[in-house]
């Protein structure tokens, strides 16, 4: 288990990094790492622990050889859960282990409703939003996942359709189609049934890059 593989997985704003140790048939354990870590916080772990399992340490955007995000956006945590999904679905893993540490399962945030500081942990919250994909989940230095029970349903239903909804639409990026300034307009009209042809036409004026393809 000392020998590792790289594996590098597309991402809309270049690629997020892993490593890879042990037989790729193994039983799956996907390994997240601290705040401002990396995978390499998993090298003298990894060795130790059992050898039938296939474990991927990935660097979440913007640490490690991951690429950052885009100059000016934020980096929220609920993105690295994005992260998390983005990989086990490049993997094609519908069952695995999560094993977190530190940032890799610790969140900060506030309820602004209830004044209520919480813990809420990016391993926890995958497990939380995906269940029926996580088998085992490993906590190093935890500190629980806490939100209000009333919260909880909403939660669950808003952030899980945030996900797979981005995930969706970026699964079905296509190169941006040419059209002749008429067809732009009906498009824009069939997509906008508001909008007056005079009006979609403005928008069009600024909302539209002339190629030499249309």
Known sequence: LGMFSELKFPVPWGHVA???WGPSEGHPVLCLHGWLDNANTFDKLIPLLPRD??????????HGLSSHRPAGSPYHFLDYVSDVRRVA???QW???TLMGHSMGKMKT???????????CFISPQFCFLYPEMVDKLILLENLGFLLAPEDTE????SKRMVIDRLLSLEAKQQTPKARSPEAALQRLLE???HLTAEGGAILLQRGATETPAG
């Not at 399992?53 to 913007?62: H, N, P, T």
């Not at 945030?109 to 813990?119: G, P």
């Open 18 to 20: 892993a490593k890879a």
């Open 109 to 119: 945030s506030l309820n602004a409703e209830l004044f209520f500081l919480s813990y």
């Open 89 to 91: 679905a490049a993997l």
């Open 94 to 96: 519908r069952r695995f």
């Open 53 to 62: 399992c296939y474990y991927v340490a990935m660097d979440f955007s913007g």
């Open 191 to 193: 997509a906008n049934r």
């Open 154 to 157: 909403a939660w669950l239903k």
